[in-house]
């Protein structure tokens, strides 16, 4: 990784791009604020800038940025909103779920809010409506968060023979009971056993492997959640070592050696709110900008791990994948 970028990336009270340097005063400031760490979400950042060149601002030259990473741990975002605030920033973009556009709606009813939300950005009070957002707020819904049931669907049709099927969530997400809710309901509806495990940090989600396999969970369904998404590569190794047939929510997981993943394409969403910041610099409110929602969802399927668990994938669900991992 280049300086610059490692500059531009790294997390906490961020200083300008190198060449922000001496035109601060003259420069609009985006604030972005992220629920996990830098790394793992890098080429994300990058779909960001992408968006905003779209519309017209590259970083350095005519606009800045100001990062703030709260690494996994929820409970600081309101504090690092609130500094963004504080430094009067144009436009809070923010990503890594609903937690960072709720700290940021909660920081200020002013300065312009472009949020990426897994959840219903509605339901969990982001906005009042997907049309009319009203108010300082609007972005984009990636709907991660709602595919956990249908998740659940496919992975029983590579797993068909488990008894016992695990979702893992983090408890701290505010449409957690939505979503346990949702995949209990599908569970029922297929005469399917489901347990719930939770965590929300590392200690937790070291400690919940061993209980998952102590009671005979068979597959197990990861929901969406930024910080899970930034140890993807923890949550892999853990699953093969237990040998537990898993189902995420982007390709990425199945990149590092995850059986299956079914979501949106993360990326795209990211770009949108890169989109939608510039537009509200070039003088668009966010209440007026409706709400953008993904309708583009990837089935992605790593061949050579389903071998090494001993799975057979069915031939319907290779013409459905979008993509195999060999």
Sequence with gaps: MRRRDFIALSGGAVAWPLAAHGQQSTMPVIGFLHSASPEPFAQFVAAFREGLKDTGYVEGQNVAIEYRWANGQYDRLPALAS??????????????????????????????????????????????????????????????????AKKLGLLREIVPKATVFGILENPTLAAVKDRISSVEAAARSIGQQIQVFFASDERTLEATFPRLAQSGVGALVVGADPFFNSRRDRLVTLTARYAIPAIYETREYVVAGGLMSYGTKLAEGYRQVGIYTGRILKGDKPGDLPVVQSSKFELVINLKTAKVLGLAIPNSMQLLADEMIE
């Design 83 to 148: 500094d963004l605030v504080k430094r009067q920033v144009a436009v809070i973009a923010t990503a890594g779920g609903s937690p960072s556009g709720l700290a940021a709606k909660k920081a200020t009813a002013t300065i312009p809010i472009v949020f990426s939300a897994g959840d219903d950005p509605v339901k969990v009070g982001l906005v009042a409506s997907l049309n009319h957002p009203g108010e300082n707020v609007t972005g984009v819904s990636v709907l991660i968060g709602a595919l956990d």
